[in-house]
Each structure stands twice: as C-alpha cells, then as structure tokens.
C-alpha cells in the first residue's frame, strides 16, 4: 500500500475530512490534499506530526511496514 492510500484509509478511519486533518497539523487544506493524490510528499516535519495525529509509526506511513 503507498502512502496516500495509507493516509487516506487513516484519516477515514478517524473520521475526519481533508480540511480537519489539515487544521489539526497546521497547514492548508490543499497541501494535504495533495499528499492523498500523491502530487506531493510531506517534509519530514509533516510526516512526524502525520504519525503523532494518527498514532502510527513513520515507517507504517511509508510503507516500510504493516505494524502501525
């Protein structure tokens, strides 16, 4: 599984819309927007506060592995 279909499967998950994962890491609706199309990939601050909102691991979000 890639990292946008992760992300989104999480953030479903939590029950949240784009724009309320959004807020809550403190950037705009779009840019996350484009890291579920996969147009862009988080820098690694973004990615720490990804796995934090979502009580995962790094490397689950990068599909390093299948332990959240």
């Not at 999480?10 to 705009?28: D, F, M, N, P, Y």
């Not at 820098?43 to 390093?64: C, I, K, P, Q």
Request: proline fraction near 1%.
């Amino acid at each position: 599984m890639e990292f946008q279909e992760r992300l989104r499967t999480l953030r479903k998950e939590a029950g949240e819309t784009q724009v309320q994962t959004a807020a809550a890491l403190g950037i705009a609706s779009r840019h996350y927007q484009k890291f579920e199309a996969g147009a862009n990939l988080p820098s690694f601050e973004n990615l720490w506060a990804l796995a934090d909102h979502f009580g995962v691991s790094v490397d689950y979000l990068m599909g390093r592995t299948d332990q959240r």
